[in-house]
C-alpha cells in the first residue's frame, strides 16, 4: 500500500527559540526540529482526540488538550508534557480548552466548553472566570499573553444587533487584573478571518499583533493595552493560517494550505518548513477473508431482504453475498451474526467536525449509531483534513469523512467557523486553499452575496471535481450550486424562500427539488418529539456513557417531556412538505446537523420520522441514508450497498427494522472499511466514572447545553421552542454587554 504525505498539520505553532515546531497530525502530538523529523510526543487513543499545542514560555514543555482527566471524568483537560523527560501532568480538567501560559509560568488561560475565558493560578489551583463570550456558535479564538502580562488578546464576535446574529470577528483585549474589555477591528467592515487559530497573537516584544485577514496573513502594530498604533500590513497573497512568533518578535511561522513557511516580520524571507510526515490506509490485508453469517440480509437494493446468507469480506471489500454456508473455508474468520439484521453503513449526510468541544465522543458516537460515513457540511478546513487522514490511517475511530472547510461567508459572520471574505482577493485565496486540501465538498453561507456563490461553484465544478451548495433555493439553483443542505435556514434577510410563513411549501419549490439536478439534504430537527415517544432512548449507555454530559442532560429532559399538540403539528406539517417532494420524484439524503442535535441519535429519530410520520417504506426511509447519499456524492461504486466489488461498510442491528423500524437503533456493531467497531468497546472507553463520581457533579450541565446551542443556524433548531418539543425555550443569550465598561467604545 502506498504511503502518503500527510496534509493534516493542525495547529502548528513556533517554538520560543524559533528552531521547533509543535503540532497534532495523524491524532498524535509531534515536536519537529526544523530541518529534522518529527518527534512523537503523545498518541492519543483511538477515542480520544489530541488538540490545541502550545509552548510554556522556556520552551522546555508543551501544552495540550485532550481527554482524560484526573478525576475520572473524561471530559477534554489540559495536559503538560515535558520535552527532556516522560514527565507529563494534568493542569486543568473539566472541559478546558485552548491552554496557553502566561509570560512568568505562573498562570494558565484557558476556554471552557461554552468559551468563558478563565485564569488558572497553577501554584494554589484557583480558577477565575475572567470574560464571557460576545456571542454563541462556537468558541472564541486562541488567548494570546501580552509580554507583561496584564492582557489577553483573542478573537470573539461581536453580535451587532438583537434583530441578526452575525458580527465581525474582532480583537477583543481584556484586562487580566479588572476584567474590563476592548475590541477593536483592524480595518473598517473587516473581520478576522474566522475564530480557529487565525490570531491574533501577540508579539514576545509587544509592538504588534499577528492575524489572519482576507485568508492572508497580516501584522499590526500594538500599543502597549493592545490598542492599535497603526495599519496593518500585510504579508502574504497566498491562504494563510495559524501564525505564531518567534520568541526575538523577527519572524512569523504560518500553515498555508498544508504547508509550513517562515516569513520574516517585514514579510520577506519566506522559506517553506518541510514536514517529513507520512502515513498510510489502515485496512486487512488482502489475504484476510472474514466470513459474516447473516441472519437477515438488506442489500440497499430493493424492498426485499434475504435470510441465512454469508458476506465474505476479502480485505475491506465484498467478495460475495451468498447463501450460508455451514462452515468457513480454510483460513477464513467467522463472525456469526445469524440473529441479526445486517444493512449497509448509514450516513450522516450533514455534520459539523466539532471535536475542539466534543473531542473523541463525537466520531465514536456516530460509529455507535451504525454511521459509517459522515459528510461535514462545515468546519475548520486543516482539522477536516487531519480528521480525514487520522481516520483513513486507523489513528482515530470513526466514520470516514467527506471534508470541507470553513462556511464561505460575506463580511459578517456567525459560526466560528465562518470564513468572513469582502474582496475577491480573499475569496480567491480561500479557494485556491480549498482546491489545494482537496476538499470534497464546497459550501458558502447565508450571507455571501452571488458573486461568492458563482465563484465557489466554478471552484467546486471545474477544480475539483465536486459539489457546491447553500441554505439558498434562491439564488441557490440560479448560480449553478447543486443542493440545500436544509429546506429552510436563516438566509441574508433572516426568512426563508422555501416555504410561507406558516410553513407551506408551493408547487415551486418541489418542482425544483423533484427536477433531477438540484437536490435537498434533510434535517427534520422537530424529529427530537420522537424521543417523547420513545424515552427508553435516552436510557441507553450511548447516550448516559458515550454522550457528552451537556447532551445527556440535553436527551433526558426531552424524554421526560410529554408530547404536545404543538410539537405534533410541526412534525406533521414537516412531514407534508418531504411526502410531496418524495410523491413528486425528489430523492433527498438525510442529515442532522449535528452536533446542534445529538450525535448518532438524532439520525435514528430522523430516520423514524421519514418512516412513521412521512410515510416512507422502511427501505426508502434507509435509503435516505444509504444509497442515496452515496450517489449524491459520486461514491456509489464503493458505497451505499451491500453488493460485490463495494466497500465493507455494514451495519449489525440486534432485531428486524424491516418489520418493526424501531429495531434499527438496536446496532451492535458496525463495520468500516473491513474494520469491525463494536458499540461496547465505544461506549466502554468512556466508561471511567462511577455512579457515585456522576451523582456527585453538581454542574448544571443542561444550562450548558443551552449556551452551546443558543443563536442556532435554522428554525426548528434545538435551542427554539419549536425545535424544543416541550415548548420552552432553551434558555436566551448571557447579558454580556453589561460586561463593557462605559466610556469606553467597543469597536
Sequence with gaps: MTDRQVRGIHLPVLSPDGMSVAFAALNALWVMPIGDRPRKLVQAHASAYVQMPSWAPDGESVLFSCEGDADGSSLISVHRHWLGSDRADVLATGGRLHPVLSPDGSRLACHDSTGNLLIRDLATGSEETLVAPLGANGLPGLPSWSPDGKYIAFCDRNRLNARFREGYN?????????????????????????????????????????????????????????????????????????????????????????????????????????????????????????????????????????????????????????????????????????????????????????????????????????????????????????????????????????????????????????????????????????????????????????WIMREAVRTAHEELGVLSGSHFLSPGAAVGQDLTSHLQATERAEYGHSFSPTGHAYQDVHALYAGGDFKIIVTPFIALALLMSDPSLAKDPRVTTLMPPWDTAFVNGIAATPLTDAATRALQQDAAVFRKIVADGGTPALGTDAPLTPIGLHLHLGLRALHDTVGLSAAQALRTATSVPAELFGVSDDLGTLEPGKLADLVVIDGNPIQNFDDLIRTSWVMRDGVVHRQDDLVGAFATRSAEQRTADHTDWLTVSRELRREPCCPGTPSTSRGCPGGAPLGPPRGVWARRPSGRRAW
Design 170 to 450: 474582532v480583537i477583543r483585549v481584556v484586562d487580566t487584573g479588572t476584567g474590563q474589555w476592548t475590541a477593536h477591528q483592524p480595518a473598517p467592515h473587516a473581520s478576522l478571518s474566522d475564530r480557529g487559530h487565525g490570531g491574533p497573537v501577540w508579539s514576545p516584544d509587544g509592538s504588534a499583533m499577528a492575524f489572519i485577514m482576507a485568508s492572508a496573513l497580516w501584522v499590526m502594530p500594538v500599543h502597549p493595552d493592545g490598542t492599535p498604533a497603526g495599519d496593518p500590513s500585510r504579508l502574504t497573497d497566498e491562504a494563510a493560517d495559524h501564525p505564531s512568533w518567534s520568541g526575538d518578535s523577527g519572524s512569523l511561522l504560518y500553515e498555508a494550505s498544508g504547508r509550513l513557511r517562515l516569513i520574516d516580520r517585514d514579510g520577506t524571507g519566506r522559506r517553506t518548513v518541510p514536514v517529513p510526515l507520512r502515513y498510510r490506509r489502515c485496512l486487512p490485508s488482502r489475504s484476510d477473508v472474514t466470513r459474516v453469517h447473516v441472519g437477515r440480509l438488506w442489500d440497499g437494493t430493493g424492498e426485499t431482504v434475504r435470510e441465512d446468507v454469508d458476506i465474505v469480506v476479502r480485505g475491506n471489500r465484498i467478495a460475495a453475498v451468498e447463501p450460508h454456508r455451514a462452515r468457513a473455508a480454510a483460513g477464513e474468520k467467522l463472525i456469526d451474526a445469524s440473529g441479526s439484521t445486517v444493512i449497509p453503513g448509514l450516513w450522516d449526510s450533514h455534520t459539523h467536525p466539532w471535536q475542539y468541544t466534543y473531542g473523541g465522543r463525537q466520531n465514536s458516537l456516530m460509529l455507535a449509531y451504525g454511521v459509517t460515513s459522515s459528510v461535514s457540511l462545515g468546519g475548520f478546513a486543516h482539522e477536516a483534513v487531519r480528521i480525514r487522514e487520522s481516520v483513513a490511517a486507523g489513528s482515530m475511530n470513526g466514520p470516514r469523512l467527506f471534508a470541507t472547510g470553513e462556511l464561505i461567508d460575506g463580511s459578517r459572520v456567525a459560526y466560528s467557523m465562518g470564513r468572513a471574505h469582502r474582496t475577491p482577493d480573499g475569496v480567491r485565496r480561500s479557494l485556491e486553499r480549498a482546491v489545494d486540501l482537496d476538499y470534497d465538498f464546497v459550501k458558502t453561507y447565508e450571507r455571501a452575496p452571488t
